[in-house]
C-alpha cells in the first residue's frame, strides 16, 4: 500500500511538461533553388561549357560544336564605305558537329553591292564557302583553348579564296565570357586580294542563359597587287537574347574608322541548334534564378 501512495504523490509533485509532451508544431521552412548554372555546365564529350557550344559572340567564332550538335543562323550585315556607299550582306550557315573535336561549316552569300560603283546596286549570289575546324584539346586542357580552321570560297564574279583560322575563347568568371577570331584569306587569281581580320568579344551573362551584353571589336586590312592596303577598325555593342536553349537572336551596332573616314557596321542574326544537346529541356528550372547567387 505504501509503494502506491509513494507513486501519487511523486505524480503530484513532477511538472506538467514532463507528464505530457505535446508536440510542437514549427513553421514551414521554404527552400527556393538558385539554378542551376545553365550557361557554365558541361555539355558534350570535350567538357565544354554549355555557353561555348550556343555560338555566343555574333561574328567571332570560339571553339567547336559538340558532335552530333547543328547550328543553322541566318544572318543580315549593313555597312558603309569610306565613300559612303552602302555595303548589305545576307547570310545562311549550317555548322555540323563531327566529333573528335572537329566540326564542319557551308555558307552561302547574298550582297547588293558592287565592286563597279557604275553598275546599279541589286541582290545577287555573292560567295559559297567551305570549312572545317578542329580543337587542339579537351576544353580547358590548354591555355585559352585554341581551335585551328581551314577554308575554301567560291566566288561568283571573283577569284576564289582560301582561309585560315584560331579561334581562342575563355571564361574570366561563370558571368564573363570572351573570345578571339584570327582569320586570313587570299584570293588565287586575278588582283590576289588578301584579307587579314581580328575580332574579339567580351560578354557578361545578365540573366542565366537567356541575356548576354557586352562589347565586341574588330580589325580588316585589305590588300590588293595593284591597290594601297585599307585597314578598318570598329568597336560597338553587342546582345544576344535567348528564349530557348534553341533558339538566339543577336545584334551588333559597330562603329569606326577606315582610310581617316567614319564607317560603321551593323549585324543582326538568328540561330537555331538541333541534334545532340541542342535542347536538355531545363530551360524553366534554370531560369527559376540567376547565376551566381
Not at 50 to 67: D, K
Amino acid at each position: 500500500m505504501n509503494k502506491y501512495l509513494f507513486a501519487g504523490a511523486v505524480i503530484l509533485i513532477l511538472p506538467d511538461d514532463m507528464i505530457a509532451q505535446v508536440p510542437t508544431q514549427l513553421p514551414t521552412v521554404t527552400v527556393v533553388s538558385p539554378g542551376v548554372p545553365g550557361e557554365n555546365k558541361m555539355v558534350g564529350d570535350y567538357a565544354q561549357p554549355e555557353w561555348s557550344a550556343r555560338r555566343p559572340f555574333p561574328g567571332v567564332s570560339v571553339y567547336v560544336q559538340p558532335g552530333e550538335q547543328y547550328e543553322l543562323e541566318a544572318g543580315f550585315q549593313e555597312g558603309t564605305t569610306p565613300s559612303g556607299s552602302p555595303r548589305r550582306e545576307w547570310s545562311q550557315e549550317l555548322e555540323v558537329g563531327l566529333g573528335h573535336r572537329w566540326q564542319a561549316a557551308v555558307g552561302n552569300t547574298y550582297a547588293n553591292f558592287r565592286e563597279d560603283a557604275r553598275r546599279p546596286l541589286q541582290w545577287h549570289e555573292a560567295s559559297l564557302s567551305v570549312s572545317t575546324r578542329y580543337a587542339l584539346a579537351n576544353w580547358g586542357k590548354l591555355p585559352l583553348n585554341p581551335a585551328l580552321g581551314v577554308g575554301w570560297r567560291f566566288n561568283s564574279s571573283a577569284p576564289d579564296a582560301s582561309s585560315c583560322q584560331l579561334v581562342l575563347g575563355d571564361e574570366f568568371t561563370p558571368r564573363l565570357h570572351w573570345a578571339a577570331d584570327f582569320q586570313y584569306e587570299r584570293q588565287t587569281g586575278g588582283s590576289q586580294l588578301s584579307e587579314s581580320t581580328a575580332a574579339t568579344a567580351l560578354t557578361y551573362s545578365v540573366t542565366n542563359e537567356t541575356l548576354n551584353v557586352g562589347v565586341q571589336a574588330q580589325w580588316k586590312r585589305s590588300l590588293e597587287i595593284a591597290d594601297a592596303k585599307s585597314e578598318r577598325t570598329e568597336i560597338g555593342p553587342c546582345i544576344q537574347y535567348r528564349p530557348r536553349d534553341q533558339l538566339h537572336f543577336d545584334c551588333v551596332v559597330l562603329w569606326g574608322i577606315e582610310r581617316s573616314r567614319a564607317v560603321h557596321t551593323i549585324i543582326l542574326s538568328a540561330g537555331f541548334e538541333f541534334g545532340k544537346g541542342a535542347d536538355d529541356h531545363d530551360d524553366d528550372r534554370e531560369r527559376a534564378g540567376r547565376m551566381g547567387r
